[in-house]
T-cell receptor, first 113, second 115 residues
């Protein structure tokens, strides 16, 4: 089955700097890659997603890149702000059965002001 | 409703008791998913519903776990003879259609504690 590895497990950056979180997946059939942000005690919130027919997607300060050949994808957050502090999860899925998501273990992002 | 609703928000029970967790998906969403999040861990898939049927229940950890969905809407996850390792946050998500990469929207979860 699919396996998703996520790095780093924790990341501290200074406010205004960029943050990059990387994920690798094992199943070449996976073709959908969402990213979720989870604040302490709250529900995971979808922040951006990418499909395998696209190499990069941007939404204001966040962007995701996908390298299908290497089977890895990354989240980039520019001009970080304290409110970006949260746990970020990457996930992968394929359409064989619904859209079952396989998640990475998460990255704790701390933005220091 | 406006979002995925789960109840109860917290549940504390003794080992060996049965528990039932409820999920009310976003209106019109045909796909429903259950995940489990242990402390400090990522989310682990349990089961997926398309309408009232469950094409993928591969993530259910044991036969003590079962789930059903009725009327294409509300779903219940039942854990029988609970064990301490069942302690976790149980999250429900729904999406408009399964199998089409529709975004999954999560509820706030049920925090289950087994004493």
């Amino acid at each position: 089955g699919e396996n998703v590895e996520q790095h780093p497990s924790t990341l501290s950056v200074q406010e205004g700097d960029s943050a990059v979180i990387k994920c690798t997946y094992s199943d070449s059939a996976s073709n959908y890659f969402p990213w979720y942000k989870q604040e302490l005690g709250k529900r995971p919130q979808l922040i951006i997603d990418i499909r395998s027919n696209v190499g990069e997607k941007k939404d204001q300060r966040i962007a995701v890149t996908l390298n299908k050949t290497a089977k890895h994808f990354s989240l980039h957050i520019t001009e970080t702000q304290p409110e970006d502090s949260a746990v970020y999860f990457c996930a992968a899925s394929y359409m064989e059965y619904g859209n079952k998501l396989v998640f990475g273990a998460g990255t704790i992002l701390r933005v220091k002001s | 409703g406006a979002g995925v609703s789960q109840s109860p928000s917290n549940k504390v029970t003794e080992k060996g008791k049965d528990v039932e967790l409820r999920c009310d998906p976003i209106s019109g969403h045909t796909a429903l998913y259950w995940y489990r999040q242990s402390l400090g861990q990522g989310l682990e898939f349990l089961i997926y519903f398309q309408g009232n049927s469950a094409p993928d229940k591969s993530g259910l950890p044991s036969d003590r776990f079962s789930a059903e969905r009725t009327g294409g809407s509300v779903s219940t996850l039942t854990i029988q003879r609970t064990q301490q390792e069942d302690s976790a946050v149980y999250l429900c998500a729904s999406s408009l259609i399964g199998g089409r990469h529709q975004p999954q929207h999560f509820g706030d979860g049920t925090r289950l504690s087994i004493l």
